[in-house]
Structure formats: structure tokens, C-alpha cells
């Protein structure tokens, strides 16, 4: 079907601040194209809105809510998982995942085409453009943790560009693999979508009834100490999982970055709901804003 282009009902940019990258976040009225379940408790949904799909880069994230209605009130915070093209090759939508879990994720599941919501974004900074030299990039995610890495692969394999300008993909690291762990099979979510050329994907299951059973870091490990093991580490998932690759990371003197999901309540900066404990460069620490200055941070910055 064809959905009308959503509108922009913002006029300026709210997020100008040092601490955030360029500022080109909006405002929009979008319409729900499709929906589909992936795995238990777990659902893709693909907006219409080819301005989102335009500035979006991997790892930034958006605010969703309703269009209608004042319950819930407040937006929740998604992170890209891919981005469509239209008939003629541009950027016409995007698509995330989504776990149910509280209010308005149970609620996300009954939404239907032509369901009209609220976004504002693309929010965030992203993960960073792989350096040159980069030899074996590994994203390591647990439970809905996957969704920043398909967008991630893609760019990081030279298959697809984000961002408006496009941002910079020239480099390939020799090896890009996707460790990727749930507490068992049902829950893994979109393994076709990974099965890419290029991309090495490992899975664990806490139950072992699919891949490695154990902790997906068993594969961090196991990556570290192999004739190609990682230089660079992007992560996202539970905060223990995160803060176990931390710490193995540290220890291996790899670099490596992590995407917090801290609760959001504005995404915008205004409200401090989201605020991350963040070395600063005298070894104290202060608070940080994840929906400005992250979600992604350094690993070696953030304080557990
Ligand atoms: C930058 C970012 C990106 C995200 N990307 C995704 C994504 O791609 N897919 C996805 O499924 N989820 C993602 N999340 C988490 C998602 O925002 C929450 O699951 C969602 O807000 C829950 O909304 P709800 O109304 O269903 O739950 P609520 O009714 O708001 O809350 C239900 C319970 O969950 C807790 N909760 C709410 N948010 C979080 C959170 N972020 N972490 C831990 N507990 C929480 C609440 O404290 C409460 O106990 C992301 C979060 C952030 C910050
Ligand atoms: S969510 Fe309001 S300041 Fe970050």
C-alpha cells in the first residue's frame, strides 16, 4: 500500500547542544505499513517515514507513542533495527523490533496498517563509523539487544548507507561477526534477517536448545583468544550482560562501546529521566543524559 509522507509538526531543532551530533531530529505523524511477530513476545514493525529513514545512522534511536490519545502520555525509545527503500531506491521508512514488556508495548502488538503514531528523532549519536584498520569488528547482543546490529552490519559490510549526509563506510574490517544470546530458542528474533554473506553470527541459549549453551560472553571469550580475535566491540543488551563484556574487554585491552537503555521519558534532553554514571577525565564521575550524549558511551566510561 501506499501511506502518505508523514509531517514534520516541528518547525526548529530542539537538540542543538555540543554534546550532540548534527541536529537534524524531528517531529512526525507516521503511518504503520506492517507488522509481523518474530519471536516469542517479540514483534517488527515498519513505519512510513521516508524523513526518519533519511537521517536515521545505526544505533541512533527514536521516541514512538500514539497518535492519538493520552495513555500512555509519554513516547518510548527504540533503536533502528533497518531502514526501507521505496520503488524508486529512497529511503521510504524504517522497521524496529520490539519486546512487550510493559504499558505500551502490549499494546504495540494490536496496532494495525494505516495506524497513524507519533514519532521524534533520529535521537542519539549512534555507534561510531568503523575506524581504518579495523580488523575483526564483533557486535555482541543479548535478548532484544539485537536490533542496532543489522543496520550496523549492513553499513559496516558496505551494503547500504545511512544518515543524511551519507555518512563515511569506507573502511571493511577483514571480519564482522554478530555474537547473539536469549534465554532460549523461541526468543531469538530475526535470524533470517542476519543470515547475511559476510557476517560470522554465533548464537548461545541460556537452556542450550539452540547454539552454545551458556552466556553469549562464553562466545566473547572464546572469539578472544582465536587466531582473528576482535579489536573492536559494539554491544547492547541487559546491563549485566553489559557490564560483563566490560569488564572482559578491558581485560583483553580491546575497545569497546555499549548502548544503554536507560529509561526515557522526553528523549530530548529536558527531563533527566535517563541519566547514565560516566567517568569524566579527572577518574570521577557525573551524570550524563543517555538520549543526548549516548546512548552509546565507551565502555571503559561508564560506571556500573
Ligand atoms: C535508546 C534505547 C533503545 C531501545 N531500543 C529498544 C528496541 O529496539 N526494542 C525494544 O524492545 N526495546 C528497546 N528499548 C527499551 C524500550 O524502550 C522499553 O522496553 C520500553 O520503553 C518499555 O515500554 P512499556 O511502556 O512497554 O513499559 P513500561 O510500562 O514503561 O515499563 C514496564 C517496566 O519496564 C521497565 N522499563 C521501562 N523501560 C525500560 C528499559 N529501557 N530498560 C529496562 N526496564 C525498563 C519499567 O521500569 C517497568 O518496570 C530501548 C531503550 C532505549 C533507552
Ligand atoms: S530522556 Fe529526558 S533527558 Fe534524557
Known sequence: MTSPACTDSRTDCQLSSPASPPCPAGQYVATVVEQEQMARNTYRLRIHCPEMARRIVPGQFFMIRPAKGT???????FALFDTYDDEQGR???????????GKLTSLMPNWKVGDEVTLWGPLGNGFPVVPKGTKHLMFVAGGIGQTPFLAMTREALGLRQYGSPTRPSETRPQKVSLCYGARSAEYLAGLNDFAIDGLDLQVATDDGSRGHHGYVTDLLKQALTSDCPPDLIYCCGPEPMMHAVQKIAAAANVSCWLSLETPMACGIGICFSCVAKIQQDDGSWDYRRTCLEGPVFPAAKIVF
Open 91 to 101: 529511503p521510504a521508512g524504517f522497521d524496529f523490533g520490539y519486546v512487550t514488556i
Open 71 to 77: 495513555d500512555p502520555l509519554l513516547g518510548r525509545p
